[in-house]
């Protein structure tokens, strides 16, 4: 007996007859059995599934159903004798067929057979596993919930399995036979990049280099029309090597070339790894995974890219409806992170979400490091989100998962975890002003941890934390010393983002022990810095907030761009920006309604600057505001704990605040 799902459901004798399946709701129960994988279906479970609004004789329907595809399927069977195909288990039934008697799980087995074969083997399999399909997977169950997973999965595999086939074709020097199948492939499915890169390969080794350009921008074109995306890397690449005339793009047997050998060894590893994963798409996800945390250390375009990707991947992963899959590849993005404001607020509130989804979805046993991961994730990408003004006593959400994640990494013993959760402990160390020092503790632990156990990455972040902390006491001795500590791990394993940092922080130097020019010109270099950085929640109006803070310490004239241009920081200027303007009344309009700022490392220097606007205009309300907020960090430089600012001490800014009056009836 064979199964089809490769297109409607269907059944079929050994003699290759077609076998009557009755109705539809017979062949959606043989479909769902099909789609759990020899697996049981709890009655219950087929009933949902079944009908959207069960009716009350539902459970016996299912079990008439079952007794009639027990029937079709095992004509033969003697009666009384427990049926082998069809079977009762626990709480409902299960499909016991052979793998190779339903053609998905069949289709399945024969792609990933071929993953490790040679061009002709491949060329061949392949050839005769696509003939299997009669029409889309489940095509009479389209809209079925329960077939949708399924579907998705064996349509993706489908078409990685034409592309395969296509690249072996090519790889025997078939490239202007496979030129048709590609076409007509690209036209129905015009998203998929390897194919229009396969496309243009084909074209490019029947020596149609002209056409095989023409292609590569047909792509870029239709991808940015249709998807709104520019090319991926390698297509991008393609059309650079088709350019000039690449000599690894001539195919094995071509001779040696002129690439150089790092080109070499990696088209040859990428070309290995998309032959060997791309069929397995959980393997491939978290691989993916893997490959954009590290793409997020080169900055820049990299790093935006590995947002965005990373994305795709765990929402892949949660389509996939594996909750322990979808922690992985969520949790193994373990990057570490030195701002506290994120790139991208919208998307790290759905990682936040997907972390929390799967976490309610693990089981409650065990998985203990996979949680904590999950729980480090949902700390480190909630920077800044602690509420403004939080209820006493209450303990918000990011920051209990900041401790639990903390706590399970030391009862594992897990160095790399631990520092993973000790970077969501720094995120989640804002709940008030003035903890400096507790930062400092945290970065010395990461410091000593990654040292000892060769994390590179993590020292890099320890180090950069303890330079902010050391800057927010004023000890520029301890801050250069872990300044030039993170610039020279920088260098040796390749983090172009540390001068960032750094560079900044020496910007800040200057402001702190050097004349106002100084200061404004190593503001200035060190903006240049920022551009093409790809971290838009650290560059976004820091340029000039710098150089306000220069102004605004040495008694300099109120200077800056419009007030678009501050970035998140415009409601905490704006007040000063119109006092600097004589407009004191919409200056006092403006204070009466200023928000408390975001608790991260800019919050001290944004109270400062909301202290320094109520003395001026002598609002007492918000004086007593920013006093309280304040007045923790009274010991720290107003700022400097961001590593990158700052506008004189705390207390003098306290001290401002104390000239103005209470409102009758109120006391300091």
């Not at 759905?350 to 700390?379: I, K, N």
Request: with cysteine; glycine share 10%.
């Amino acid at each position: 007996m064979e199964i089809g799902v490769l297109g409607a459901v269907a059944a079929w004798d050994e003699d290759g007859g077609p076998v009557a399946l009755k109705g539809p709701r017979h062949r959606a129960v043989l479909a769902r059995l099909v789609v759990a994988h020899r697996r049981v279906v709890p009655v219950a479970r087929l009933v949902e599934d079944l009908w959207d609004e069960p009716p009350a004789g539902a459970v016996g329907s299912v079990r008439t159903f079952v007794g009639d595809l027990r029937r079709a399927l095992e004509p033969d069977r003697p009666p009384r004798t427990p049926p082998r195909l069809l079977v009762t288990e626990g709480p409902g039934y299960a499909l016991r067929a052979a793998p190779d008697d339903v053609d998905a799980w069949r289709f399945t087995r024969a792609v990933e057979d071929l993953a490790d074969a040679r061009p002709e083997r491949v060329v061949a399999g392949l050839a005769e596993a696509l003939g299997w399909w009669r029409g889309p997977a489940y095509a009479d169950f389209g809209d079925a919930r329960w077939a949708r997973t399924e579907r998705t999965r064996l349509t993706e595999l489908r078409l990685h399995a034409v592309e395969r086939r296509a690249e072996a074709r090519i790889a025997l020097g078939e490239g202007a036979a496979a030129v048709a199948d590609l076409d007509a492939h690209v036209t129905e499915h015009p998203w998929r990049e390897d194919a229009w890169r396969l496309l243009a390969l084909a074209l490019y080794r029947s020596g149609r280099q002209a056409d095989a350009l023409s292609v590569l921008r047909r792509a870029r074109a239709l991808l940015r029309e249709r998807l709104g995306v520019d090319p991926g890397p390698r297509l991008r690449r393609l059309e650079e090597d088709v350019l000039r005339q690449a000599a690894h793009l001539e195919g094995p047997g071509a001779g040696p070339g002129t690439g150089s050998r790092v080109d070499d060894v990696w088209h040859e590893a990428t070309a290995a790894y998309e032959s060997v994963l791309a069929a397995r798409a959980r393997t491939r996800l978290e691989s993916t995974a893997g490959l954009m945390r590290d793409l997020a250390v080169t900055g820049g375009g990299g790093l935006e890219a590995a947002r965005r990707h990373r994305v795709a991947a765990v929402a892949a992963a949660e389509d996939l409806g594996d909750p322990e899959l979808t922690a992985r590849v969520i949790g193994v993005f373990d990057v570490p992170a030195v701002w506290t404001r994120s790139d991208d607020p919208e998307q790290a509130r759905w990682l936040v979400g997907a972390a929390e989804r799967t976490l309610a979805r693990l089981p409650a046993e065990g998985q203990d490091a996979t949680r904590c991961r999950l729980l480090a994730t949902v700390a480190v990408e909630s920077r800044g989100a602690l509420p403004a003004d939080p209820a006493a006593g209450a303990v918000a959400r990011p920051l209990r998962a900041a401790r639990q994640a903390e706590e399970i990494a030391r009862r594992l013993g897990d160095a790399a975890l631990l520092c993973f959760a000790l970077n969501g402990t720094f995120m989640q160390s804002f709940r008030r002003a003035g903890l400096a020092a507790r930062r400092d503790a945290v970065g010395a632990e990461v410091v000593a941890l990654a040292a000892r156990h060769d994390l590179a990455r993590y020292e890099v972040l320890g180090r950069l934390v303890r330079m902010q902390a050391r800057c927010a006491v004023a000890d520029l001795a301890g801050a250069d010393r872990h300044a030039a500590a993170a610039d020279a791990l920088a260098d040796r394993h390749g983090l172009p983002l540390v001068p960032v940092f750094t560079t900044w922080y020496r910007a800040l130097r200057t402001a702190m022990t050097g004349p106002p020019d100084a200061a404004l010109a190593a503001y200035e270099a060190a903006g240049a810095r920022l551009r093409g950085a790809g971290m838009p929640g650290l560059t976004e109006g820091l340029l000039p907030l710098a150089l306000l803070s220069v102004r605004l310490r040495h008694g300099l004239p109120y200077e800056g761009p419009p007030v678009g241009d501050w970035g998140p920081y415009e409601p905490w200027v704006r007040p000063l920006l119109l006092l600097g303007e004589g407009r004191t009344e919409e200056a006092a309009r403006a204070l009466a309604g200023v928000p408390s700022p975001p608790r991260d490392l800019m919050y001290e220097a944004m109270w400062c600057l909301v202290a320094r606007a109520a003395a001026a205009v002598g609002d007492p309300d918000t004086a007593a505001r920013a006093r309280t907020a304040l007045t923790p960090a009274a010991p720290e430089q107003a700022g400097a704990g961001s590593g990158l600012i700052t506008l004189g001490t705390v207390t003098e800014h306290l001290d401002l605040l104390t000239a103005v009056p209470p409102r009758p009836g109120h006391h300091h």
